[in-house]
């Protein structure tokens, strides 16, 4: 990164949260408005925003913006904090650059990128209307009302996905709730993330009396569209979404269908107390640990023991089942009944619900295994619901396992777009980009959810997997133990540190953590997966091979993996290889 950076890209341009980079006309402009920048500042800010998600070391920024001269780091630093103060950033906020403690600066947003002929003019406007749901403010004084703020808003959110996918874009709830207490304004709001209308509510209690106020506002010019109270106990709730979604369409004259209508007034259960412990459910749900995660089911359990119907509340115990072996190491032959009754009941109860389809689609690929009906299930739960970024980042992992990589890539994009705050759509963005063996995405996906989340395990792990497979072992081994801190145990992490101590001729180490495998599975379940992927590393196939089918009889989800995962391609041409792949079925479709 040598010689300036003035005569790179002339005819590019990047857009973010309302701001645009001119990098041909060497402006910062928002809203069609110049916001004045010395030269070396505009330098910095198209140099960050041209290397988006990379970490830039100091000292290359230094030697790129002002190329053959000499300059102290505090020059630097000030330009930083220039570029921070116009783009109306915080300290500490990291929305746009993140300082990253002893290396450098890191640029975050999500852009848009085009290149273009002087000639052709901009491009035309988006075709759907944007629309974000504010985190509801808990008014109560009683903190224990939060995981009812937390349930309004993510129903929200569920619910005007649902309205008009074609015309409707709804922001996901990850990136919404970055905006919980925010000082921006509404119009700032809507500008960053291309949003039109934007809804704020609050919630108050007293006692059992519950007052609930939503507000529809154009983000443009911060005017209010609508605005309702819902005064009652908490049974009132329930209209809350009906009356939304109707409010909604009326303002930005979308047309709905009586069966639409009805679709979406059914949505949820119409027992008062079985809705309150659905929202408990999807408070701890969204917590993603498992502790937590147990707790949601519980809770999702005791809804459907009051209303046996309840669709939403059987996926959820379907999602929070299917997810276990995968976060948690639990064995999934324990659960897989248990699993698959959830999904048939989440579907039959209502098969309509982009939620149930989608628990349908991650039942079936990583428990059931048949990714054909997998696939079927998560492209009619996003006719179902456009805005689900649920369902496309897992379209995603699906079609990326099955070797579809270009799908698989525009999937999860579209998850990334519509939830850019979503550690986890970085995170898998990068196992998709992996194998897909494109090294250098899968690096800055990775480097992406940790600016997010710095303490996201599954972060520190995909870079951990993708700098081993390019040769950095020694940067590999220290993401893993980052991530081995972090993740609580699972068995992910001391395997893979196993095949990385193989892969570095640290033979002992493998084994010694071989021994520590047999240790821990003295006390709980460790998959078998976590056993043959250290012998792989240490490439003794025979090993290799009876853990797998060990795997195999413990229905061990990691296995899943085995079709892509480039640490297997040395075993691709043996025949054992191919016939275990035909066993589990992976082979179909």
């Given at each position: ?276 412990l659905y929202l408990r459910g999807r ?21 459907t023991a009051l209303d046996p119907d ?280």
């Open positions: 990164m040598t010689g300036g950076v003035t005569g790179e890209t002339p005819r590019r341009r990047f857009e973010f949260a309302g701001f645009c980079v001119d990098a041909g006309k060497r402006c910062l402009t928002r809203g069609g408005r110049m916001i004045p920048l010395t030269s070396k500042a505009f330098d910095t800010l198209l140099l960050l925003v041209m290397h988006r998600g990379q970490v830039l070391e100091k000292a290359a920024i230094m030697g790129a913006v002002w190329p053959d001269t000499i300059v102290e780091e505090n020059n630097l630093t000030q330009h930083i904090s220039k570029l921070r103060q116009v783009l109306g950033e915080a300290r500490g906020e990291n929305r746009y650059i993140a300082t990253v403690p002893g290396k450098g600066y890191c640029f975050t947003a999500e852009l848009r990128d085009q290149e273009w002929e002087e000639t052709n003019g901009d491009a035309g406007p988006a075709q759907q209307i944007g629309i974000g749901v504010l985190p509801f403010v808990n008014l109560s004084g009683d903190a224990e009302r939060n995981y009812l703020t937390d349930g309004l808003t993510e129903e929200s959110i569920a619910t005007l996905g649902q309205i008009d996918p074609e015309h409707f874009s709804v922001i996901g709830r990850t990136t919404m709730m970055a905006y919980r207490d925010t000082k921006r304004t509404l119009t700032e709001i809507g500008k960053e993330l291309g949003t039109a209308y934007l809804i704020e509510g609050s919630l108050r209690t007293e006692g059992e009396h519950v007052r609930i106020t939503t507000r529809l506002i154009r983000a443009s010019d911060q005017a209010l569209m609508w605005s309702a109270t819902y005064d009652g106990k908490p049974s009132s709730l329930l209209a809350l979404q009906r009356e939304l979604a109707d409010a909604l369409a009326e303002q930005v004259r979308l047309s709905l269908s009586p069966v639409r209508l009805r679709a979406l007034g059914n949505r949820q259960t119409q027992n008062a107390e079985a809705y309150d408070f701890f749900w969204n917590q993603f640990t498992p502790v937590t995660t147990r707790k949601a089911m519980e809770y999702f359990m005791r809804a309840y669709a939403l509340a059987w996926s959820g115990i379907a999602d929070a089942l299917g997810s276990s072996p995968v976060t948690g190491d639990v064995p999934a032959r324990s659960l897989l009944a248990r699993a698959q009754a959830a999904v048939a009941q989440a579907v039959r109860s209502d098969a309509g619900l982009a939620e149930s389809q989608t628990s349908l689609g991650f039942f079936s690929f990583w428990l059931g295994w048949d990714w054909v009906e997998s696939e079927k299930a998560y492209r009619k739960a996003l006719t179902l619901d456009g805005s689900y970024a649920f369902g496309y980042r897992m379209l995603g992992i699906l079609l990326s396992h099955k070797c579809r990589h270009e799908e698989a890539a525009a999937a999860i994009r579209r998850a990334r777009e519509l939830d850019p705050l979503n550690a986890m759509n970085r995170a898998l963005s990068s196992q998709i980009a992996f194998v897909a063996r494109d090294p250098a995405a899968a690096i800055q996906f990775a480097r992406e959810a940790i600016v997010i989340d710095p303490e996201f395990w599954i972060g520190h792990f995909q870079l951990a997997q993708v700098l081993l497979d390019t040769g950095a072992n020694d940067a590999a081994m220290e993401s893993l133990n980052q991530s081995a801190r972090l993740s609580g145990g699972n068995s992910k992490t001391l395997s893979l540190r196993g095949y990385l101590a193989a892969r570095m001729d640290r033979a002992w180490e493998a084994r010694a953590i071989l021994d520590t495998l047999h240790a821990i599975a003295e006390a709980r379940f460790v998959p078998p997966y976590a056993w043959a992927l250290v012998y792989a590393g240490l490439r003794e196939t025979d090993l290799v091979f009876e853990w797998l089918r060990r795997a195999e009889k413990e229905h061990d989800v990691h296995l899943v993996f085995l079709t892509v995962d480039p640490k297997w391609d040395f075993l691709r041409s043996d025949p054992r290889f191919c016939a275990l792949l035909e066993d589990c079925g992976f082979m179909r479709g």
